[in-house]
């Protein structure tokens, strides 16, 4: 089958499983020889909690999460599932992955997955570490993939399928970037993503947890060498912010690229035309732009965000190997399979484990994925770095009843009337100084006897036992 056939027969995106498969062992076959790492599986019964190394010294009042189980394929995940004991998805501070519904995608190449078909300048979307979801974790590993084993698969719209151009496959699948956009064209595609949210069918958008994934900058970086446009990305935000209502953004900047033994040196300056004559120290320089950037936008979130919108702005998508070369497609600054692969584990486990995932020290080659921390069971983001709570079902349901209990009591009642006899108090003029007193049936005579209703005890009177049983509000 050639490269156009096959183009032409995956354009719907609708694959089913079986096809997804057999086109993945054939692309396992084609790309045997790159794969020098390996993953070795890692059983939880042989692991012990591992307190991760603060990476950010400068973050140290930061909850160190705790990982105490992780897995490597389905046969190993034994992540437990706290939804059904803890409160989860009332805001940003305690999402849980259980809790998205929705995933989408902008950005640049690296969400098209084009070049994942080997030799072939071909958009495989359904391959894409963001938003792909072709086969399973066992054969492809994917964000949306390594979510289906907290949501069942049928519970998880908007996910890439196939290949083809935004344009050629179904409006429900969710990925809205495009091969070289840059970050001025995120608005652009904010409105598109927003469009075709609002017109799905089978899900309530409204009250469902979408993630967003943006991967933006490498190709900005390669063609102009330049910083982003921060006033871009900033009204993207806003446009996200308006027209989903529950929703976390996860915004990823370019690759950094390094061997294992010089993590400092980034690969992408040989790979790039306007950076590959430039002196030393110029692609830390084009970082630190990046990194100002991201720390605007992510300011600037923070000031706006609501209760179940927020944002988690990575500057860059940091991997190392010891064959890092091997993670490019040949003669371009874009990742093949096997950095799809492990820009998925990098993604993943720094969303579970929050700043603290020690990027230097992590081995991507045989780093498992991390189950969420016990200490902290939600996706690590700004609103729960410092502060992460933790409330069962029946913990709640206490404090909701205390918190009815205090508003009987409360010390304080509005006197209702236009002005009192001194012309000193109006409408809704707290009167201090009472409380609320609940008046037996037997006081009201009226239609509504049976009603019980609080009044002011410094106001009404209570009859006497005499008066109540003769049934007369005065002596005879």
Known sequence: ???????????????????????????????????????????????????????????????????NSVFNNRKTFSCPKIKADLVTGTSTSNLSPEDIGIISAMGDSLATGIGLWPRADIEFRGAAFPIGGDATIDGLVTVPNILREFVPSNHLFGVSHGMGLRDQLPENQLNVAMAEAGSKFMPAQATELVRRIKQLKDVDTRNTWTLVIITIGTEEICNNCTGPDTGALIKAMDILNRGIHKALIVLVGPIHISSSFQQQENLMKTRCPCSRQQPDGFMQSLSTKWANSFAEVQSHVQNVKRKTFSAL??????????????????????????????????????LISGPNYNFSKAVLSQDAYFCPSLGCPYFRTPDNFNNCEILT????????????????????????????????????????????????????????????????????????????????????
């Not at 497609?329 to 584990?345: C, F, T, V």
């Not at 509504?448 to 008066?467: E, G, W």
């Open 1 to 67: 089958m050639n490269i156009e056939t096959q183009k032409h027969s995956n354009i719907t995106g609708k694959s089913s499983e079986s096809s997804s498969d057999s086109s993945l062992e054939n692309l396992n076959e084609m790309e045997e020889d790159d794969f020098n790492e390996r993953n070795e599986d890692l059983l939880n019964t042989m692991l012990s909690p591992v307190k991760l190394i603060d990476s950010e010294q400068q973050r140290p009042d930061d909850i160190v999460s705790i990982i």
């Open 313 to 350: 702005t990575l500057p860059f998508l940091t991997l190392h190997s010891r064959y890092p070369y091997s993670l490019f497609i040949p003669n371009k600054p874009l990742l093949n399979r096997r950095g799809h692969n492990y820009a998925a584990k990098w993604l993943w486990n720094r």
């Open 393 to 476: 079902h029946s913990s709640a349901e206490q404090l909701r009843f205390s918190k009815e209990k205090e508003l009987e009591q409360d010390l304080g009642v509005s006197k209702f009337g236009s002005k009192n006899s001194e012309g000193t108090r109006g409408r809704f003029d707290v009167v201090h100084g009472t409380r609320r007193l609940f008046i037996p049936e037997y006081n009201y005579k009226t239609s509504n006897a049976s009603r019980r209703q609080p009044v002011d005890d410094d106001k009404i009177a209570l009859k006497s036992s005499t008066n109540c049983e003769n049934g007369s509000s005065g002596g005879n």
